[in-house]
């Protein structure tokens, strides 16, 4: 069974940084791309960042770049946003997927909240 768990959300002052991670468990991770999304109240859900299966490609939004950084570990089976110089706006709910044969799976999403 597929499984993708998101972690380390949380209230953060503007400015500051948060690592989300996204265990997987039921498919091959190494051979899958992931992806981090997020979804703002009231916003449609918006693609963050992506990297390939070994790590070689990311890309990111716009909104992220030089702040957001993502990476993967192929041993441990989990995936990462480091997320710095947050904003108000970076506030949503962050969600990691991944595709696998053209089927896509979701965890439940971890809260950020950037405030002060």
Do not use: H
Request: overall charge positive; hydrophobic content about 35%.
């Amino acid at each position: 069974q597929v499984r993708l768990v998101e972690s380390g959300g949380g209230l953060v002052q503007p400015g500051g940084s948060l690592r989300l991670s996204c265990a997987a468990s039921g498919f091959t991770f190494s051979n899958y791309g992931v992806s981090w999304y997020r979804q703002g109240l009231g916003k449609e859900r918006e693609l963050v960042a992506f990297i390939s299966t070994m790590g070689s490609i990311t890309n990111y939004a716009d909104s992220v770049k030089g702040r957001f950084t993502i990476s993967r570990d192929n041993v441990k089976n989990t995936a990462f946003l480091q997320m710095n110089s947050l904003k108000p706006e970076d506030t949503a709910v962050y969600y990691c997927k991944s595709r696998i044969w053209s089927n896509d799976y979701w965890g439940q999403g971890t809260q950020v909240t950037v405030s002060s």
